[in-house]
């Protein structure tokens, strides 16, 4: 079974401060791993995807198999990076069910000015 | 391109009513996904369309949920008898194709509130 786990629901920080938000994934095959950010009450939208390898806003995120986590971080928080992040998992990528995520419970990011 | 649309944005029923959501993927996209997100809790899968077949519905309720997604015309989401369990933000999404490294895009989600 595939499982994302983001062990903080919550997570404050300072404008300029940097920020690390965590996902642990649990898949026996190779995932495919993705970040997506919400702001309030609005669309999901891809923020980075680990095959990409890509920086967006500033934020980054790296796979690491050994410790089956997908952190994403950026070096100087900004307030309006406030939202919810959501680390989710592909399980079939390139394969049938390609949008078939799973998700983790999200975190709530607050950058207090 | 407007995106995935979903309508209604915001829905309230009564207990034992009909909802029926509403989601136009993005123009050239013939996959599409359902997802719901329960207060509190992350996103989880429903199900999976592409025109006129259902692919996995394996995170759909075994009763009063359906999905479609007909020729023409959007997919909807229709959920019966509806009960308080059932207030939540349900999230489409649409893919042009399967496979490869095809990005999912989101629509804005329909908040349904069951009184």
């Known amino acids: 079974a595939q499982r994302v786990t983001q062990p903080e629901k919550l997570l404050s920080v300072f404008k300029g401060a940097p920020v690390e938000l965590k996902c642990n994934y649990s898949?026996?095959?190779?995932?495919?791993l993705f970040w997506y950010v919400q702001y309030s009450r609005q669309r999901l939208q891809l923020l980075l995807r680990?095959?990409s390898r890509e920086s967006i806003k500033g934020f980054t995120a790296d796979l690491n198999k050994g410790e089956t986590s997908f952190h994403l971080k950026k070096p100087f928080a900004q307030e309006e990076d406030s939202a919810m992040y959501y680390c989710?998992?592909?399980?079939?990528?390139?394969?049938?069910?390609?949008?078939?995520?799973?998700f983790g419970q999200g975190t709530i990011l607050t950058v207090h000015p | 391109n407007a995106g995935v649309m979903q309508n209604p944005r915001h829905l309230v029923r009564r207990r034992g009513q009909e909802a029926r959501l509403r989601c136009s993927p993005m123009?050239?996209?013939?996959?599409v996904y359902w997802y719901r997100q329960l207060p509190e809790e992350g996103l989880k899968f429903m199900v999976y369309?592409?025109?006129?077949?259902?692919?996995?519905e394996s995170g759909m309720p075994k009763e009063r949920f359906s999905a479609e997604f007909p020729k023409e015309g959007p997919s909807i989401l229709r959920i019966q008898q509806v009960v308080r369990g059932d207030s939540a933000a349900y999230f489409c999404?649409?893919?042009?194709?399967?496979?490869?490294?095809?990005?999912?895009?989101f629509g804005e989600g329909s908040w349904l509130t069951v009184v």
């Open positions: 369309l592409q025109k006129e077949n259902i692919i996995d």
């Open positions: 680990h095959i």
């Open positions: 898949y026996s095959g190779s995932p495919e």
């Open positions: 989710a998992l592909s399980g079939n990528a390139g394969g049938t069910s390609y949008g078939k995520l799973t």
């Open positions: 123009k050239g996209h013939s996959h």
């Open positions: 999404a649409s893919s042009p194709g399967p496979r490869g490294r095809n990005t999912i895009y």
